[in-house]
């Protein structure tokens, strides 16, 4: 009996690997990657607003969400978007199942890491899909108030001031990681970069140093107001993407150094179109 066992729970496991690497889920996937980077090219594009018009709606997710619900067909778009972010969803969690591709892809730290990107892109594609079937209030809140509110409730808790501190330094190395992972083009061996001609290896590189770097920028500096936040106690001082965005024409550089990680956002969705072509899944 044990040995049947063992044997169904092989042939049941070796059945969900199979499903993992078929090619629906690479198709969800690579529909996730375009929807990540319609985000970001219209996160890009709100920060562009911002920079050289001061007001405008507010460079985040909701921001985008909202942007794309003005539109024709601003539905059906949205629906769209939400079923290819639970696909990418799906795909990190056949990820952290079975591990990535590639020959170090079932290491635990990435599959940890995969399990986090599971739960944070089906968070988004919940709150799209929520806001697409009339939860207004789903989606598009300010990531700013969101951001304060949490930091309030865990600055309350015992050791409060200590969490904020720890979560905003994650976030910070995070984004340091992404940045310099970026410039040292570690995204290409993600990638089917044989198949590309010379020009569009250089044009998928170009984008991916530049967008990723804006990227992590984004991600440090925000991490470094939380950490602010954690020091001073005051969850004001925690900031979303679109208050982390703004402070940036805040700087002696004005609107130009916005503009710029404004183009770099852009770029980071064009490289992720890119990813949605070239990935291995």
Partial sequence: MATGSATARGRGLGQAQRAANSRAVAAAARAGFVARGVLYALIGVLSLRIAFSGGGQQADRGGAIAEIAQKPFGAVLLWLLGIALAGMALWRLSEAAFGQAGPDGAKPGRRAMAAGRFCFYGFVAYSVLSYAAGDKGSGSGSSDKNSQDVTAKALDWPGGQWIVGVAGAAVTAAGVWIAVRALMRKFEKHLRMSEMSQR?????????MFGGTARGIVFATAGCFAIAAAVRHEPGEAKGMDDTLRTFADTPAGPWLLALIAVGLMAFGVFSC??????NV
């Fill in 200 to 208: 569009t290896r250089k044009f998928v590189a170009f984008f991916g």
């Fill in 274 to 279: 890119a990813n949605a072509r070239w990935r």
